[in-house]
């Protein structure tokens, strides 16, 4: 963490556990040194020389799966008709188009955007390495460091994913089919050239970490799901995702084609038990997939936003009951954390017409702890330790996240139904300030280095979409 001076701020109310009753404390002070907490304690009265942040604080939310690229396409597919597999050839499209300067200015702008909604860390799903047409860049890793590059502008954190691509898909007759047109850029050569590529990338900041990927058992063969696996031990990876399930169709071609389900292929691989991954998605899980899941204390990211626009489908929140949850904003159809907590129970509603199957404080932690634990910035760290997070606590990383109390939406606000407040009133509009590793990088809802990020947004996408 960054050397710096001592500061104080008395909260008006702060969230200092979303898991222990999830109930907000009044009257908080803060004291941060050097991009950590290092006290909270109760005090009635703001102190001379404290900031008084009004409103109601709490930890900085981590986005655990993001296409930075994606942006690009809000609002611009699937409106009329079509599907999943509709809407990728228009991401397809959008993935061909850039360079490591573009991507930056982009990632920029999406990563500010994020930071004015109270995400502080992002794990981005990274899997467009290449030029054009396959060719590397002078630098393997141009891509991925332009995304380091940009978190670093933003001032938010980021665990880069990258991605092991290596076929174009999974044919339930004739098996993988090669990479091809803008899947070319994904690729590497082999497993063990993509191995040796991410080997080399080695952030030199202390707000990135390199997690690692597989895109999906559509586009990587089992043989190389289980070099990844015995890579794991010696490799020191942040993290490890995998998207599963979250397709039909995928079910059906991995079934046809290996026998078994993507979770059970992905078990067989030693993928699951090796790496204990973060599954994205996880739609359409058989209840023995579940268990496996649970088994192998491997996680789940759910994006409801995206799956319900890309109709996914309902995943069955029951049967993962004690898996350990986060989640992510993935195509980027809105950047918000509170929304993604109240899609998912919405979602297990809709599949079950029961409602509070998911307790908001649950959800909440998802949103927080959750989500930086499967990204490697653990929210358990001892006091005085590098990488808590999640938390509002002495120890953990200095991120304090300000939601507005003082408009409609929160209008009626009871300390001690904060989480339920957050969850099903709150959207990222409500954020007011956000701090991230003790600097301010939003005041009264404006980025503190981009001032300008709508219009920077706008400039990106137009760039990459006219």
């Not at 030199?204 to 597989?214: E, Y």
């Not at 699951?272 to 998605?281: F, I, K, M, S, Y």
């Amino acid at each position: 963490m960054r050397p710096g001076r001592s500061e104080r701020y008395w909260c008006e109310w702060a969230l200092l556990d979303a898991g222990a009753g999830a109930a907000a404390a009044p009257g908080v002070l803060v004291e941060v040194d050097g991009g950590a907490i290092t006290s909270v304690t109760r005090d009635t009265r703001p102190p001379d020389g404290a900031e008084r942040l009004g409103g109601l604080t709490v930890a900085g939310f981590a986005d655990a799966h993001s296409h930075a690229f994606h942006r690009a396409l809000r609002g611009r597919t699937g409106e009329d008709g079509g599907s999943f597999w509709t809407w990728r050839s228009r991401m397809y499209e959008a993935a061909g188009r850039l360079d490591p300067d573009s991507y930056h200015r982009l990632a920029r702008a999406v990563y500010a955007e994020m930071a004015l909604a109270g995400i502080t860390c992002v794990g981005e799903f990274h899997y467009l390495h290449h030029a054009p047409g396959g060719t590397r860049y002078n630098d393997p890793n141009a891509m991925g460091r332009a995304l380091i590059a940009a978190a670093a502008d933003a001032g938010v954190r980021i665990t880069l994913l990258d991605t092991c691509y290596l076929a174009g898909g999974l044919d339930a007759r004739s098996g993988y089919t090669p990479l091809e047109g803008p899947q070319l850029r994904f690729g590497d050569a082999s497993a063990d050239a993509w191995a040796e590529r991410v080997a080399a990338l080695r952030p030199a900041a202390d707000h990135a970490r390199i997690g690692v990927a597989a895109h999906s058992v559509r586009a990587v063969p089992p043989a190389d799901l289980a070099r990844i696996a015995r890579a794991a031990p010696e490799a020191g990876w942040a993290a490890a995702h995998i998207h599963a399930s979250e397709q039909p169709a995928e079910n059906t071609a991995c079934i046809a084609a290996h026998g078994r389900t993507p979770v059970r292929l992905l078990d067989d691989t030693g993928f699951l038990t090796a790496l204990r991954p973060t599954l994205v998605h996880a739609t359409h899980l058989t209840r023995a997939d579940a268990s496996l899941v649970r088994g192998t204390g491997a996680g789940v990211c759910l994006c409801p936003t995206t799956e319900g626009d890309l109709a996914d489908g309902l995943p069955d929140l029951g049967r993962l009951a004690g898996a350990p949850l986060s989640l992510g904003t993935d195509g980027h159809t809105g950047i918000d954390m509170f929304a993604e907590a109240r899609g998912a129970e919405i979602h297990e509603r809709l599949r079950t017409g029961r409602r509070g199957t998911l307790p908001a404080h649950g959800l909440l932690e998802a949103a927080l702890a959750g989500g930086h634990a499967a990204l490697g910035w653990e929210p358990d760290a001892e006091p005085g330790g590098e990488g808590g997070a999640g938390r509002i606590a002495a120890g953990a990383r200095a991120d304090l996240v300000t939601v507005a109390l003082d408009g409609v939406r929160m209008a009626g606000f009871e300390g001690d139904r904060a989480a339920d407040a957050l969850v099903w009133a709150a959207t990222a509009a409500d954020v007011r300030h956000v701090m991230a590793d003790g600097r301010w990088i939003v005041r009264d809802g404006v980025h503190t280095a981009i001032p300008d990020a709508a219009a920077r947004l706008h400039a990106a996408i137009t760039e990459l979409t006219r």
